[in-house]
């Protein structure tokens, strides 16, 4: 069978919903070609127009991991749709034949496919039907998404063609937020390759039930088993991020580009990165005495002071103290005062003692010369010098005192004499 004029159906790939994919060949390029032609059956509007929608959609988008779009038409009221020709199997396909697959070909589909969501994403396309079999390998393991009949434009809400209350989509892969009947959006798809990946890990959707309102309720309030306690064997890190894929809340989960990204870094077999959590309000600290950071650790910030130089350290040590300033003028006025005491003392001493008399008295006496061998007074400006801090007296002042008071005592007795010579002669 020719369509349109240079599309020959050669094989039957598959059936879908709406219609039926065939291997074609384009004569008019020469290269094969996938041609889908929807059903006869499905020939009324609603059905049309999603077709139309399917064309428009995956027409807007140019990307390696999205199945490009050639041609759209009409065959004898038939719409048809010219599609690049993957040479390959579904993963649907995938899991039929070999199950489980590895974590690393799990995290290079990952990169892929959330890539191609990406791009949509970017157009403000929501392809609102991911799941196994809409997602392509082909000959060389590169991963294509296909089908994009049920695509909402984000741009132009009533292009989804979905009736008030209706959930378009397949139950196992269905995201919370859709399951309540909201509208979809990027986070939906995100959530929906999130439960492509665990079943490609484990070899089972994370949620299964005998109905698909059963299924639904789970996607609302069940929390999935980790794929390690299913056997499945990955880093801890992939499966702490898948389960990030299956947040029930759309804001919680990573941006398509974000989970290629993660991904195609390799992120995926180191350690799971801790999710963003208020920091824990400290508790009290135990007073102790501050240690010094040590070079290369890191941790709680705190304040330190600066190490001082040698040279300032030198000056601290140098400089006395505030209670060594303070003390010593006291320690130099109590001695000052205590030299100036014993100064007075001795002063005063000299000053009253007989000496004196007897120097006054030996102006008018002619006597007043010295005997031999005494010691002359010494003279109050001679008395009056202050002798040096801390240093006692000399005893020569009082051994003069004490010539001076026997020489006193002669005297008196020569006048005695004298007086008693007088009066006998009397």
């Not at 988008?61 to 040479?87: I, K, S, W």
């Not at 434009?153 to 919370?176: E, H, K, R, W």
């Amino acid at each position: 069978m020719l369509i349109a004029g240079r599309y020959q159906l050669q094989d039957p790939i598959g059936r879908g919903a709406m219609g039926e994919v065939w291997r074609a060949y384009d004569e008019t390029l020469g290269r094969p070609v996938a041609v889908k032609l929807l059903l006869p059956q499905d020939s009324d509007p609603t059905a049309a127009s999603r077709f139309r929608l399917e064309a428009q959609t995956a027409g807007r988008l140019h990307h390696p991991y999205v199945v490009g779009v050639l041609d759209f038409g009409a065959q004898e009221d038939r719409l048809f749709l010219v599609m690049e020709l993957v040479d390959g199997d579904s993963l649907a396909r995938v899991l039929a034949e070999a199950g489980p697959q590895p974590a690393e070909r799990v995290a290079r589909i990952a990169s892929q496919a959330a890539a191609g969501l990406a791009a949509a994403h970017q157009q403000g396309i929501v392809h609102r039907d991911i799941k196994p079999a809409n997602l392509l390998l082909d000959a060389d393991g590169t991963l294509k998404i296909g089908d994009f009949g049920i695509a909402r434009f984000l741009d132009d809400p009533a292009a989804a063609l979905t009736a008030t209350g209706q959930i378009v989509g397949t139950s196992l892969y269905l995201a919370p937020e859709r399951a309540l009947g909201q509208a979809a959006g990027p986070a939906s798809d995100v959530y929906s390759l999130g439960c492509v990946l665990y079943q490609l890990l484990t070899g089972r959707p994370p949620f299964q039930a005998d109905t698909p309102i059963a299924i639904l309720h789970q996607h609302l309030d069940a929390t999935p088993v980790p794929p390690r306690q299913l056997g499945a064997e990955l880093p801890p890190a992939f499966e702490s991020y898948l389960l990030g894929l299956l947040a029930k809340q759309p804001e919680h989960r990573p941006s398509a580009a974000q989970v290629a990204d993660w991904f195609a870094a390799g992120a995926w077999q180191g350690r799971p990165e801790p999710l963003p959590a208020t920091a824990p309000t400290p508790a009290a600290p135990t007073p102790a005495a501050p240690q010094p950071p040590r070079l290369g650790e890191t941790g709680p910030a705190t304040t330190y002071m600066l190490p001082s130089s040698p040279r300032t350290a030198a000056r601290r040590r140098s400089r006395p103290g505030a209670r060594d300033v303070l003390m010593r003028p006291r320690v130099v006025g109590t001695a000052a005062a205590v030299a100036l005491f014993v100064a007075a003392m001795i002063v005063g001493m000299l000053w009253f003692s007989p000496d004196n008399t007897a120097a006054e008295g030996s102006k008018d006496s002619p006597s007043s010369t010295p005997t031999v061998g005494s010691t002359p007074t010494p003279s109050p400006s001679d008395a009056s010098a202050t002798p040096a801090a801390g240093t006692s007296p000399t005893p020569v002042a009082a051994k003069t005192s004490e010539k001076a008071k026997d020489e006193k005592r002669e005297r008196r007795r020569d006048a005695d004499d004298d007086d008693d010579g007088n009066d006998g002669d009397d």
